[in-house]
């Protein structure tokens, strides 16, 4: 099978959680106008602690044999290098409910509580994200193997 | 007065709060050996609803006529575009009392609940940063004005 992508705007990817990035409808002058805040892009969705670590991601083969998912708590990835990156979500564990994401590099997104997901998959070399989560002492994780590879085509 | 701009390490912010950058002590392997982890860089400590946020910090005076504080929650900033910025923080509201932090454009850092600081501060023309903080529906904001500025040496 091979998934298409597909720009990453806020009303696609609404049913998977939300787009972070400078959304002028939600900009606010403060710091007598030297700051603009782009208000509330996002909420934290975590059960317990919410943290803050960076993620750096290799360049991996664009395919997908599995799927994730962070029952107790949202997942958000901002990109640090300016660099467009790929997301893959899916509202149920198979291949044909997978959608692909072109995002570009100053879009984040928050992937939503519960979201099955793909790794990160980065495009051009080694990236860092600022990734906001939960600080984990539970059981957090649940995997899905599939029994074909999914390509991506980008 | 004049303030003289010292290195941003983990050791000299820990009183005012932590360093977000990709410290080796705090790696981790994950996703098959794709991605790096860099954990736990920081915790949010805000009471009620944690959001992310974008401010875009434009370039003003390099001189602190003010500070304010955030009573209710942390607020962490990481900067998007890679380049240089400032930070002015104190334990207490009085130009004696301040310490000005040179960040390289891969520090980030989280100011703890009710430390005082200088609202954002860049250097080369406009940047972004994704902000960490509190969803504000009380009185999280104080503020102290000074009477002679305090110019920044960087």
Redesign the interface.
Known sequence: MILQAEPLNAAAFSPFGAV???DPA?AIE???G???????????D?DG????????????PLQVLMLERHPLGSQ?F?????HPWLTVVALSPEPAACRLFACRG?Q?L?IAKGVWHH??LVLEGAQ?F???DR?SDGDNLEEVFFENPVSLAV
């Open positions: 972070i990035g400078a939600t403060i710091n007598e030297f700051t603009t805040r782009f208000h509330r892009l996002a909420a934290a975590c602690k919410t943290i803050l670590s960076i993620f750096r991601g290799r360049v991996r958000a901002m990109p640090l290098g300016g100053d984040g928050q790794p990160l860092d600022l990734v906001v600080d």
